[in-house]
């Protein structure tokens, strides 16, 4: 029978234009002191797997991530640019807020989810949809019975449930992308299937933090 390849994928940690509601896109955005630490809690939580290869976007908010992962294991990130994150074109750098008051019509396009639009310069959600899929599957085909973690963005993350859980680009999301939550699915040749979704728990308060223990 086909051995699953188990996945572990990961959102990068918070960076300032997370807290700002700005789009990031593509654009090569750091983590805030924030982020250094939920990657670090991240990469604690997960020191104990049989982590065998990680995978990152090469942009710099997922690679300090991955490196916060990889570290206990003794592993280099190995880098993926097609888990960027989707290409938002005019969109990359403008708040929510001034998507809504500059550009009204893009603006209802994007939060209706239609399939086929492009913000200027950028990607529709079927391009990317089938981008981070095939990559993904891509990937875990290489590394059967193994543990492999992806770390990327959160339309990845997105894209990624609604592929393991059979859900249309246009299903209204009701499930979280949170900034270094642990995501868990297996994939086969037929496709990805979800074990866990969204684990905080090393980010609670009362967790304990390696750096003052």
């Known amino acids: ?24 896109g593509q654009l090569d ?7 250094v630490w939920q990657a670090r ?10 982590i065998g290869v990680v995978y990152a976007s090469d942009l710099s908010r997922a690679w300090q991530t991955a490196q916060a992962i990889a570290e206990p294991h003794g592993l280099a990130v190995q880098p993926e640019p097609r888990l960027r994150e ?8 403008m708040s929510f807020a001034e998507i809504e008051a500059t550009l009204p019509v893009e603006a209802k396009l994007w939060r209706e989810r239609d399939p086929e639009f492009e913000p200027e310069g950028g990607e529709s959600l079927l391009t990317f949809r089938d981008r981070v899929t095939g990559v993904a599957a891509e990937l875990a ?12 963005h959160g339309g990845v993350m997105d894209v990624l449930y609604r592929a393991a859980t059979r859900q249309e680009l246009q299903a209204p999301r009701t499930w979280l992308l949170g900034n270094a939550a642990i995501n868990r699915m297996l994939w086969t ?10 684990d905080t728990t090393h980010l609670t308060d009362g967790a304990l933090d390696e750096t003052t223990a």
């Open 141 to 152: 085909a290489r590394h059967p019975g193994e543990l492999v973690v992806l770390v990327a």
């Open 189 to 198: 040749s037929e496709g990805f299937s979800l074990v866990g979704w969204s």
């Open 41 to 50: 809690r991240a990469g604690a939580a997960l020191a104990d797997e049989p």
């Open 1 to 24: 029978m086909e051995e699953p390849t188990r996945l572990i994928a990961v959102r990068h940690g918070e960076t300032a234009w997370n807290v700002d509601t700005r789009i990031q």
């Open 86 to 93: 989707r290409a938002f074109g005019k969109f990359e750098g």
């Open 29 to 35: 955005i750091g983590l805030n002191a924030t982020g």
